[in-house]
């Protein structure tokens, strides 16, 4: 008996993991790699593993999709909370300035913030108590 994998499950979808496409001359690169939690899926330990995933980031990027935020952006539970991001990922993203960086993750981020160079967009559609929530907005091509 063979084991489905995730690309094997998809129907007119690119699976994004740790690569990139580009559609209609926009560039994504997508991870959905993320800090350890528990024992889930796509888990890094901090550090020189978190460095390595985020290395792989390419240069004049259009779109960045990652699971989680970078530390310190849309990584609290709520207002004041400590911050659940990962501390090389904004490292990353400074260095690689993609136009938008969309994740989620940590629902009690959801929102947008902006600091000159990358839009961020934490998209996390349900609440801490996991009920459906106000979407944190629409990209749309043409405000790329």
């Known amino acids: 008996m063979s084991r489905l994998t995730s690309r094997d499950l998809l129907?007119?979808?690119?699976?994004?993991?740790?690569?990139?496409?580009?559609?209609?001359?926009?560039?994504?690169?997508g991870s959905p790699y993320t800090p350890e939690f528990l024992n889930w899926a796509f888990m890094y330990r901090r550090g020189a593993e978190a460095k390595r995933i985020w290395a792989q980031i390419p240069t004049g990027l259009d779109v960045l999709i990652t699971h989680g935020p970078p530390y310190g952006i849309l990584d609290q539970t709520a207002p004041g909370g400590e911050h659940f991001g990962c501390m090389e990922l904004p490292k990353?993203?400074?260095?690689?300035?993609?136009?938008?960086?969309?994740?989620?993750?940590?629902?009690?981020g959801a929102g947008t913030f902006e600091n000159g160079d990358t839009r961020f967009i934490n998209a996390a559609y349900l609440d801490e108590q996991y009920r459906p929530a106000e979407p944190a907005g629409i990209i749309r091509v043409v405000d790329l």
């Open 92 to 108: 990353a993203v400074k260095a690689k300035k993609p136009r938008a960086h969309i994740f989620g993750h940590i629902h009690g």
């Open 11 to 29: 129907n007119d979808a690119t699976y994004l993991e740790n690569t990139g496409v580009t559609i209609g001359g926009i560039s994504f690169w």
